[in-house]
């Protein structure tokens, strides 16, 4: 070899040794392997006694309305009208939506559920609050059969708009882009 290729060769062949000992290594997380509430704050973890059931993304938009303020003559706010989003398995694929009001989470198979909210605690700036439900019996029979709590977790996005809310404006929607985790436990 020349010089010049030396070099080349040197990196392909440490860059293959490199990519055959990634490939032999475990993965950090085994297949299969259920989502871990460890991090989050104690408030929006799901009691002992559950296990996980199913793992989501949900990928959507939240509707806000411009109102007036609750218990404020004269002044106006952003309210949550509510979400629309696809939930999807950890490889992508749509397993259902999660739409409101109210708050429903729907599977594929049409079995969906209901909740009522438990608990939140804060997610970072710009995000919407992590949070915990504890469902209400199914409606219909399948995914949705047997879920006591949902958790959303890894949050992005989907608070109340940065424009104004002004009287002038009462009545008008604007849609927020968001992305967040759901997690369904049932009892264990």
């Known amino acids: 070899m020349s010089k010049n290729r030396f070099p080349l060769a040197l990196a392909t062949l440490s860059a293959a040794a490199l990519l055959a000992a990634c490939g032999a290594m475990a993965p950090m997380k085994p297949m299969g392997s259920m989502f871990m509430q460890d991090s989050l704050p104690d408030a929006v973890k799901v009691p002992a006694g559950h296990k996980v059931a199913l793992e989501t ?4 938009e939240i509707t806000y309305e411009c109102r007036d303020k609750a218990n404020a003559p004269g002044m106006t706010e952003w309210v949550f ?3 629309n989003a696809m939930l999807n398995d950890r490889s992508g694929k749509q397993v259902g939506n999660y739409y409101g009001p109210p708050a429903t989470w729907e599977a594929m198979d049409g079995s969906k ?3 009522t909210q438990l608990a939140v605690a804060p997610a970072g700036t710009g995000n919407l609050p992590y949070q915990l439900v504890k469902a209400n019996p199914a409606m219909g029979s399948g995914a949705m ?3 006591t709590h949902i958790q959303r977790v890894a ?4 608070v109340a708009p940065a424009s104004e809310c002004s009287s002038a404006k009462k009545g008008m929607k604007e849609v927020v882009k968001y992305q967040a985790d759901y997690i369904f436990w049932k009892a264990a």
């Open 57 to 60: 993304v949900g990928v959507g």
């Open 81 to 83: 009208v509510g979400p």
């Open 113 to 115: 559920v209901t909740a």
């Open 145 to 147: 059969t047997g879920v």
């Open 155 to 158: 949050l992005k996005g989907g």
